[in-house]
C-alpha cells in the first residue's frame, strides 16, 4: 500500500529525500521528514520558507521516486 511505502519512507534513517508523483503530473519533493504528515486517506506536504503546502490524496499518488530508485505504484507496478 502507498501509504505504508510513504511512511516508511519518512522514518528511515537516515532519512534520504524522495519525490512523490501525483496522477496530476505534479512532483512534489519531500526533503524534510518534519515537513510531511500522513493522514488517513493522503500525505500533507509543506514547502520551506513558505506558506505553501498540499494534500495528495493517496488514490492520486501516482508512485513514490528516492534518488535513481524506483518504489511501486499504487497499481504495483514499477514505474519506469
Same mark, same amino acid.
Given at each position: 500500500?502507498?501509504?505504508?511505502?510513504?511512511?516508511?519512507?519518512?522514518?528511515? =534513517?537516515?532519512?534520504?529525500?524522495?519525490?512523490?508523483?501525483?496522477?496530476?503530473?505534479?512532483?512534489?519533493?519531500?526533503?524534510?521528514?518534519?515537513?510531511?504528515?500522513?493522514?488517513?486517506?493522503?500525505?500533507?506536504?509543506?514547502?520551506?520558507?513558505?506558506?505553501?503546502?498540499?494534500?495528495?490524496?493517496?488514490? =492520486?499518488?501516482?508512485?513514490?521516486?528516492?534518488?535513481?530508485?524506483? =518504489?511501486?505504484?499504487?497499481?504495483?507496478?514499477?514505474?519506469?
Amino acid at each position: 500500500m502507498i501509504r505504508r511505502e510513504i511512511e516508511e519512507l519518512l522514518l528511515q =534513517h537516515p532519512f534520504e529525500p524522495f519525490f512523490i508523483d501525483a496522477t496530476s503530473g505534479e512532483r512534489y519533493e519531500v526533503r524534510n521528514p518534519a515537513l510531511a504528515a500522513l493522514l488517513k486517506s493522503a500525505v500533507f506536504i509543506a514547502f520551506p520558507n513558505s506558506d505553501r503546502r498540499v494534500i495528495v490524496p493517496f488514490l =492520486h499518488v501516482a508512485s513514490v521516486d528516492i534518488l535513481n530508485r524506483r =518504489h511501486r505504484s499504487p497499481s504495483g507496478k514499477r514505474k519506469r
